[in-house]
């Protein structure tokens, strides 16, 4: 009689452990994760939601893997995990992996997949955004105000200035629109050679868009102070004397300013051509001619201007 009760306990206790156990996994799904162990092969993992509503992950044999913390957790690809947390009632999201390490931190509202190769990640507190790969490492030194995806390319803007990538399994620069203006000078720099694109980074022309509207004004005012912060000294008593002697200045630039390259082999010279309407000694009307800025990379990375002449048979 005494060894029935005892099975009996014996039996209802473990019933009661069996439940207890389920309970803690609510609610689970199957994910594939790469095991970061080098050449061990993938396996099947499981996002699972225990009583209080947080998601941890368990592998294949039903051990846990990451103890339930996030109050989102889905799989992006196979080694990733976007995860989200609630920080004085704010949801914030960011990237981790199998281990639990943070990938991305989290200081992101929303993180959403553009493409195969591209995510984009919206910063909480100044709502621009930053782009990730597929790897999860950053694309872009630097955050967009906004952006929008058009077929398969990516077009980000900052400030007026808009860059477009191709979202291929390398994204890379398609075409530069960088608009300036430093009265009563107005420019529309426009690249869409692709050879000529791949020799910098959007942020490299955009200081080239800088250093030409610069130029531009230096050339109008007849003023060279500042020609040495963006010219190659070498280059300077030449520049100079073009900015100070060449023309009297009493025209404007026209609207119709674009970006042109002479030769597109010359892997270290890029050249500006401006459509200047400049007035000729002894005549009344305004004539327009293009002007060539060339800028030359130096030893440290940095894009200076070479040269700039003016012709009037081109």
């Not at 206790?13 to 389920?22: E, G, K, L, Q, R």
């Not at 390398?170 to 529309?188: W, Y």
């Not at 230096?218 to 963006?230: D, G, S, V």
Request: charged share 25%; net charge negative.
């Amino acid at each position: 009689m005494i060894f029935l009760m005892i099975v009996l306990i014996s039996i209802g206790t473990a019933i009661i452990m069996f439940y207890i156990n389920v309970g803690k996994d609510v609610e689970s799904t199957p994910y594939n994760y790469s095991s970061s162990k080098a050449g061990s092969d993938q396996s099947s993992a499981y996002v699972f939601k225990d009583k209080s509503g947080l998601f941890g992950l368990r592998d294949s044999s039903g051990a846990v893997i990451l103890e339930p913390e996030w109050t989102e957790l889905t799989q992006i690809c196979s080694d990733f995990f976007m995860a989200k947390i609630i920080v004085r009632s704010n949801s914030l999201y960011g990237v981790i992996d199998c281990k639990g390490d943070i990938i991305v931190p989290f200081v992101y509202s929303e993180i959403k997949q553009l493409s195969d190769y591209v995510y984009s990640a919206k910063i909480d507190d100044t709502g621009e955004y930053l782009f990730y790969g597929n790897n999860f490492e950053l694309l872009f030194p630097f955050s967009a105000d906004s952006y929008i995806v058009d077929d398969n390319n990516l077009c980000i803007t900052r400030g007026e200035d808009k860059f477009t990538y191709d979202q291929g399994d390398e994204v890379v620069l398609i075409k530069a629109e960088m608009p300036r203006s430093k009265r009563p000078i107005k420019l529309e720099l426009s690249v869409d050679d692709e050879d000529v694109l791949s020799f910098m980074e959007s942020k490299q022309w955009e200081d080239m868009g800088d250093k030409v509207i610069l130029f531009l004004d230096a050339f109008r005012r007849n003023k060279t102070e500042h020609l040495p912060e963006i010219t190659y000294v070498d280059a300077l008593s030449e520049i100079s004397l073009l900015v100070e002697h060449e023309h009297l200045w009493k025209g404007k630039i026209s609207d119709n300013a674009y970006f042109y390259t002479v030769d597109s082999n010359e892997k270290n010279v890029l050249y500006f051509r401006i459509e200047l309407l400049i007035p000729f000694e002894n005549e009344n009307e305004l004539q327009t001619v293009p002007l060539f800025i060339s800028f030359k990379k130096n030893k440290t990375g940095e894009w200076l201007i070479n040269d700039a002449f003016i012709s009037d048979n081109l």
